[in-house]
């Protein structure tokens, strides 16, 4: 049997926390900035935590 490989886009995207929680960035952060408010930009740049029903597939993607 081979061994399993982390899919390497998950790798960078998300990070596991000490509780076990997935953290993710926030999108829409990229590009075409000046029609998005100031407060908006500033949440964007925050981390956040996965959503209960996409943590399953996440945690297999990085063999988890």
Do not use: Q, V, W
Request: include cysteine; hydrophobic fraction near 30%.
């Amino acid at each position: 049997m081979p061994k399993m490989k982390t899919k390497s886009g998950a790798k960078k995207r998300f990070s596991l926390t000490a509780t076990g929680k997935i953290k993710r960035k926030h999108a829409y952060k990229s590009h075409i900035l000046t029609k998005k408010a100031k407060k908006r930009k500033r949440n964007l740049t925050k981390t956040t935590f996965i959503h209960k029903s996409d943590e399953r597939n996440i945690k297999s993607m990085l063999c988890i």
